[in-house]
T-cell receptor, first 113, second 118 residues
Framework: AQSVTQLDSQVPVFEEAPVELRCNYS??????LFWYVQYPNQGLQLLLK??????LVKGINGFEAEFNKSQTSFHLRKPSVHISDTAEYFC???????????FGSGTRLQVQP | GAVVSQHPSWVICKSGTSVKIECRSL??????MFWYRQFPKQSLMLMAT?????????EQGVEKDKFLINHASLTLSTLTVTSAHPEDSSFYIC??????????????FGPGTRLLVL
């Protein structure tokens, strides 16, 4: 079975400050890892994904994440956030066997002026 | 590319009626579609997985007779909430994944459908 833990339910941060949203996972098989963003009353938009290869993954809107297999983590980072980054962020894990995604509980990023 | 649409975006219905939600992949063929449910301020919970031309696979605790899923083509899946009750009110989100040339393992999500049962 797979599971995803997002350690922080809310992360308040000031505009132009750096941010890290934490994600840890557990799985008995090789995984694919994703970060999605959800704006109010909308579906999920893919930010970035790790399928294989380089462990540092760059995504849209200036976000990046690093896959750390030994620590089973896939933390999301942005060096300088904007007000428009205020949203809910979900980490998800998938594998070739099950094919569906298992989502974390989400982290609410609140960017303050 | 890889756009998924849902219709309707929101629906209000009376208790006891049935509601159909459509999920379409607009620019790729979706070999697999997923239906999720999201309660306010919570994460997405997988309801079922559907592959084109075969019966859907439901997650434990999801009533297959209540949530009917049809995946009749490679671009369309429908979720019908039968005899809806107020506790079925939720945000329903579909996602689709195609073959290797359509993003492979990546799931693309629709904008969601908000259902309110009175």
């Amino acid at each position: 079975a797979q599971s995803v833990t997002q350690l922080d339910s809310q992360v308040p941060v000031f505009e132009e400050a750096p941010v890290e949203l934490r994600c840890n996972y557990s799985s008995s098989v090789s995984v694919y890892l994703f970060w999605y963003v959800q704006y109010p009353n909308q579906g999920l938009q893919l930010l970035l994904k790790y399928l294989s290869g380089s462990t540092l993954v760059k995504g849209i809107n200036g976000f990046e994440a690093e896959f750390n297999k030994s620590q089973t983590s896939f933390h999301l980072r942005k060096p300088s956030v904007h007000i428009s980054d205020t949203a809910e962020y979900f980490c998800a894990v998938g594998d070739t066997g099950r094919r569906a995604l298992t989502f974390g509980s989400g982290t609410r990023l609140q960017v303050q002026p | 590319g890889a756009v998924v649409s849902q219709h309707p975006s929101w629906v209000i219905c009376k208790s006891g009626t049935s509601v159909k939600i459509e999920c379409r992949s607009l620019d790729f063929q979706a070999t697999t579609m997923f239906w999720y449910r999201q309660f306010p301020k919570q994460s997405l919970m997988l309801m079922a997985t559907s592959n084109e031309g075969s019966k859907a696979t439901y997650e434990q605790g999801v009533e297959k007779d209540k949530f009917l899923i049809n995946h009749a083509s490679l671009t369309l899946s429908t979720l019908t909430v039968t005899s809806a009750h107020p506790e079925d009110s939720s945000f329903y989100i579909c996602s689709a994944r195609g073959g290797r040339l359509a993003g492979g393992e990546t799931q693309y999500f629709g904008p969601g459908t908000r259902l309110l049962v009175l």
